[in-house]
């Protein structure tokens, strides 16, 4: 969507207004917000002077600093547990004071990546009636206005909300979802902060030196340029004007939905741009342990208005033909080999018409599960469905192993398994027959190929209808395996 001059304007008038004369405080910090439990509290802004002393008083706490040489300045909180409503007092010499009510200590969260994170609560399945209901105090949002710089910003624009009906029912689905179930969970009050474009490909999203690793180009000319910056495929832009600004405000973690504008490009270097911005991102907060929760991309087939598909198609794909995401899937996953990283899988809640699949309550009902297991530290939580460790010949019969974590494999429709397919060393597939054995392990065949090299589950970009479920009711990671 091409933004009008007006707004673009007024974001400039915004952003420059953190070069005033006065007493400052980041765009990050204001009434409503919620501050990071358990780790330090930052706050950061300028002066009207270099030298100033500026004076904070915050939860019965009291510090002071002194700006530098640029004006900036920067206090820092002792870290400490859960507690509001608070009031923070900043005052600059014996000057200026800014004030900011109603201020919440508990857990805050990042959400960003495209189209399906910046999807509105209204424009989801049920989600006008849910707005409707969406009356929780001790939920706040962010809203962070599409940005677009050349070169790293210091504050961000916007303001915090309340959740109420009306706020939540044009602010991220996925989003308040998700901190619903973390607030009930815990108890605390809950910040999202919701940082996402539609249609952007993951290199808006990082910073210039992570991005540069991977693609070894040159980007210098960015930050001088003057052309015109309309969002993909501009690189780097987006984490300037909209992710860089919070790099000082400490977070519990990301929550991540793209992948979408990637996946018809070079999957291989997906992988490696993922794990920089991975990496990049958490050396930005200087937190190793940020959490990274991720979707892993849904069922879809196409948008062709044109082309509706047969029933038959949709419920049996050929089972050769991986697609473009079928392939992708497995590249997304790789992020969970770092520690702190937390996957939802979508195959399941996808529509073969619309990229934008509509039931995000479930998908954030899921993504919320990692978090209260991988961040939260509820190890004996089930968060994640059945996942394949090894594939074994026996005869003409593969055996699968999956790992389940106590939630035995099964049927969700009593039927036999779908979308199972074996190939021998030709590398041909055929759809096979599928027998569950026990709490663990699945038993493939097909006739068709008496000597099974290979075995696949729904690697097509639609799949069709699932049943290969835990006792969870968590659906089966699509995966390939070669058989031991």
């Known amino acids: 969507m091409k933004r009008s001059l007006f707004a673009l304007t007024l974001l400039s008038l915004l952003a420059a207004a953190w070069?005033?004369?006065?007493?400052?405080?980041?765009?990050?910090?204001?009434?409503?917000?919620?501050?990071?439990?358990?780790?330090?509290?930052?706050?950061?802004?300028?002066?009207?002077?270099?030298?100033?002393?500026?004076?904070?008083?915050?939860?019965?706490?009291?510090?002071?600093?002194?700006?530098?040489?640029?004006?900036?300045?920067?206090?820092?909180?002792?870290?400490?547990?859960?507690?509001?409503?608070?009031t923070l007092t900043l005052r600059e010499g014996n000057g200026e004071t800014q004030q900011f009510e109603d201020v919440w200590i508990g857990e805050v969260w990042l959400a960003s990546g495209q189209s399906n994170m910046a999807l509105a609560l209204a424009d989801t399945e049920n989600g006008t009636r849910e707005a409707a209901e969406a009356d929780h105090p001790l939920i706040r949002f962010f809203q962070v206005p599409e940005r677009m710089e050349r070169q790293p910003v210091e504050s961000?624009?916007?303001?915090?909300?309340?959740?109420?009906p009306e706020s939540a029912a044009k602010f991220s689905a996925l989003g308040y979802y998700f901190a619903c179930r973390i607030q009930q969970e815990l108890g605390v009050a809950v910040g999202i902060i919701n940082a996402s474009r539609g249609g952007t490909g993951i290199e808006s999203w990082m910073d210039v030196?992570?991005?540069?690793?991977?693609?070894?180009?040159?980007?210098?000319?960015?930050?001088?340029?003057?052309?015109?910056?309309?969002?993909?495929?501009?690189?780097?832009?987006?984490?300037?004007?909209?992710?860089?600004?919070?790099?000082?405000?400490?977070?519990?973690?990301?929550?991540?939905?793209?992948?979408?504008?990637?996946?018809y490009r070079n999957h291989r270097e997906y992988a490696l741009l993922?794990?920089?911005m991975l990496q990049s991102w958490r050396a930005a907060w200087q937190q190793p342990d940020l959490g990274f929760l991720f979707i892993q991309l849904a069922a879809f087939r196409g948008h062709d208005p044109e082309r509706r598909f047969s029933a038959e198609e949709?419920?049996?794909?050929?089972?050769?033909?991986?697609?473009?995401?079928?392939?992708?899937?497995?590249?997304?996953?790789?992020?969970?080999?770092?520690?702190?990283?937390?996957?939802?899988?979508?195959?399941d809640l996808g529509d073969p018409y619309d990229i934008h699949p509509r039931r995000k309550r479930e998908l954030a009902e899921r993504l919320a599960g990692e978090a209260m297991r991988v961040i939260y530290g509820r190890r004996e939580l089930i968060t994640r469905g059945p996942c394949p460790k090894i594939a074994i010949k026996d005869g003409g019969t593969v055996r699968i192993l999956f790992e389940?974590?106590?939630?035995?494999?099964?049927?969700?429709?009593?039927?036999?398994l779908r979308h199972f397919a074996v190939a021998g060393s030709d590398g041909v597939f055929h759809r096979a027959t599928v027998e569950i054995e026990g709490a663990d392990e699945l038993r493939i065949h097909s006739e068709a190929v008496p000597e099974p090299a290979t075995v696949r589950y729904a690697v097509s970009d639609y799949p069709g209808e699932m049943n290969f479920y835990n006792e969870n009711n968590l659906p089966a990671v699509p995966f390939q395996l070669d058989v031991q």
């Open 156 to 164: 961000p624009v916007g303001h915090w909300e309340i959740c109420t």
């Open 274 to 276: 993922a794990a920089a």
């Open 209 to 263: 030196n992570s991005l540069q690793s991977v693609t070894g180009k040159d980007y210098s000319a960015l930050a001088s340029g003057t052309e015109p910056l309309t969002g993909e495929p501009d690189v780097t832009v987006l984490y300037n004007g909209m992710i860089h600004p919070w790099t000082n405000y400490p977070l519990r973690g990301i929550l991540w939905y793209q992948g979408e504008a990637n996946a």
């Open 404 to 416: 389940t974590a106590g939630s035995p494999l099964k049927s969700q429709d009593g039927k036999m």
């Open 314 to 347: 949709l419920a049996a794909p050929d089972p050769n033909d991986c697609g473009i995401w079928g392939p992708f899937r497995p590249i997304q996953a790789e992020l969970l080999e770092f520690p702190y990283t937390g996957m939802a899988t979508a195959i």
């Open 19 to 86: 070069s005033g004369n006065a007493l400052e405080v980041s765009g990050c910090y204001g009434d409503h917000m919620v501050l990071q439990q358990n780790k330090p509290i930052v706050i950061t802004g300028r002066s009207s002077v270099p030298g100033a002393e500026i004076t904070a008083e915050f939860a019965g706490m009291k510090t002071t600093a002194t700006s530098d040489g640029q004006n900036s300045w920067e206090i820092v909180f002792p870290a400490r547990s859960a507690a509001g409503p608070l």
